[in-house]
């Protein structure tokens, strides 16, 4: 379906400040499944309001669908 690219994508760091009720929830959902991280689950959460919003443009709509069907993390460069 989609190409394997030969470099890695462009990232960029964002800074966001959330309510503390959000951060305690995400910090709860990370910690009872392994399998995520902050970083994929911004990612996921970021590219799904965007998709279910209208966005059309495939590379979210593939963002979105690679977070939530990704068993590892997707932050290489994160301890």
Known sequence: ???IPDHPPQTVSVENQMPQELFDAMRLFIQTHPQWDQY???QAALAGFLFQHGCQDRAVARHYLDGLF????IAPNHP
């Open 1 to 3: 379906m989609s190409s």
């Open 40 to 42: 994929r689950l911004m």
């Open 70 to 73: 990704r068993r590892t993390s």
